[in-house]
């Protein structure tokens, strides 16, 4: 069975605070990507990668940053936490070669910024 | 350009009865086109995709969904709802000639299924 894990389910973290948010894919993807999700707003591309060590600016990419090292792992990287980054945020991953696959979602960290 | 509008933010409906769910898509080339399904709590589930072949396209838990150029729409249909139903959908549209694998989602409906 497919999977996407995520680090944490929640999280609690002061504003100024470096945090760190990780992803794992088992399915040897090439693709993966980092949403936030806001209620009304639906899901916001915050980065993804095509490949490894490379990154692309997604819709909402200010005040975070990404790092993939490995295939299987993606990280999201809030360099100094901000109260309006308390969000729901997601990883997905799919296969290369166009849109039309799926993308396939952990299940989510809440990160609370206080 | 990509976007995506779902034009009903809640849908409620009693169980037995159909669900419709509105979306409507701009895109500059031949989209790709998904709904999505969230349960409360739990990660984002495909449930059906359009990719240019036939027009109806049927999903898991009996949904399904027309895609409509001339109207550019991708509305999601299931003949009697269900309590297990009740979650948000989101309607995503994907053209890869200008965005590659990136998915734009829509706001999403909440679906709520009354006994």
């Known amino acids: 069975d497919v999977k996407v894990t995520q680090s944490s389910r929640y999280l609690v973290k002061r504003t100024g605070e470096k945090v760190f948010l990780e992803c794992v894919q088992d399915m040897d993807h090439e693709n993966m990507f980092w949403y936030r999700q806001d209620p009304g707003l639906g899901l916001r591309l915050i980065y993804f990668s095509y490949d490894v060590k490379m990154k692309e600016k997604g819709d909402i990419p200010e005040g975070y940053s990404v790092s993939r090292e490995k295939k299987e792992r993606f990280s999201l990287i809030l360099e100094s936490a901000s109260t309006n980054q308390t969000s729901m945020y997601l990883c997905?991953?799919?296969?290369?070669?166009?849109?039309?696959?799926?993308?396939?979602f952990g299940p989510g960290t809440r990160l609370t910024v206080l | 350009a990509q976007s995506v509008t779902q034009l009903d933010s809640h849908v409620s409906v009693s169980e037995g009865t159909p669900v419709l769910l509105r979306c409507n898509y701009s895109s500059s080339y031949s989209p790709s086109l998904f709904w999505y399904v969230q349960h409360p709590n739990k990660g984002l589930q495909l449930l059906l995709k359009?990719?240019?072949?036939?027009?109806l396209v049927k999903g898991i838990n009996g949904f399904e969904a027309e895609f409509k150029k001339s109207e550019t729409s991708f509305h999601l249909t299931k003949p009697s709802a269900h309590m297990s139903d009740a979650a948000e959908y989101f309607c995503v549209v994907s053209d890869h000639e200008t965005s590659g694998s990136r998915l734009t989602f829509g706001e999403g409906t909440q679906l709520t299924v009354n006994p």
């Open positions: 997905a991953s799919s296969r290369g070669g166009g849109a039309h696959n799926e993308q396939f």
């Open positions: 359009y990719t240019s072949a036939a027009t």
